[in-house]
């Protein structure tokens, strides 16, 4: 039985990373795609093709996979629509920080995601939090502290830097929401996100004037939506119901450093966050001090979550 119980958590931790990576994809490809849609334009349509794919998936197949699962019954109704609220402010407040703040810092920055979602694990939902976890945290904090600032001797605060966190701390409490729905069928609870959304965002987006992109890529954000969202937290939500919200969100602190990676890749003038020695205002200058410490202590905090464990099965109620 224990055997079948590790087996079950090493899948879930599996889960959780591949979450990660897929959801890694979103930033550089984002910033990208922002080049032709306004921010709320962006989100909507990337919740969309999460839903419609995760939907069609669903529909061709999924339904077979899903029977014996729970369905969403009424009592869950008020963390759905926590969920679907917060999932169309969080990523409106991403794209327009994006807008702001370099692909690469804002990947990093959004690790302070994981800083929300366990202390409103720990202080509303009750889940336990290991000293190393707490230990993280701290790291996490400091190292978001000091890449939101544009320049760290004139103390200048970027724009972008601010939304990226509210819209991490969005997803903290949303985290938490969809852990309490984590036992229920996956399909409906992604495809329903996604949809509701989505228009959601798309509301916003008409309110505020923001112009349509072309059909292509509008396609490419519905299909970008449909990876880094809809299989991402098809996965996550797997992942959740085995570990809880902390801990699933440990494993998926890899996310910002493969999304950092992948903006050098599409940004190549954003190599200074992949190599600290250097920035790209001094790029043959000595190395540059804002970016070593909070290279340094993101470092760190990936080797303490690496190094975490889970004592046991998670004891919080689904």
Known sequence: MSEIRTGTKTAAIAWAVLAAVLYALNMPFSKLLLREAGPATMASLLYLGAGLGIG?????????????????????????????????????????????????????????EIVATSVVALLVFNEAISPRLWAAIVLITLASMLLSFEDI???QFSYGSLFVLASAVCWGFENN????????????????????SGLGSGIVALIRGERFPQ?????????????????SIFLYVRAQYELGAAKTSAYYAIAPFVGALLSFVF?????????????????????????????????????????????????AAP
């Open 56 to 112: 069609l998936i669903y529909l061709l197949g999924g339904k077979n996979r899903a029977n014996g699962t729970q369905k969403l019954a009424r009592e869950d109704m008020p963390y759905v629509t926590g969920m679907i609220l917060l999932d169309i402010i969080a990523p409106i407040l991403l794209m327009q920080g994006l807008i702001g703040a370099s692909a690469a810092n804002a990947a990093l920055l959004n690790n302070f």
């Open 153 to 155: 001797s004139s103390f």
């Open 177 to 196: 929401f969809t852990r309490k729905l984590s036992s229920k069928n996956t399909y409906q609870i992604v495809t329903l996100k996604g949809i509701f």
């Open 215 to 231: 059909a292509r890529f509008a396609g490419l954000a519905l299909l970008l939506g449909f990876v880094a969202y809809g299989l």
């Open 267 to 315: 940004w190549g003038n954003r190599l200074a966050l992949i190599m600290p020695w250097r920035c790209s205002s001094c790029w043959r200058a000595p190395p540059c001090p804002s970016l070593i410490p909070s290279w340094s202590i993101t470092r760190t905090r990936t080797s303490i979550r690496l190094r975490t464990r889970m004592a046991g099965p998670c004891t």
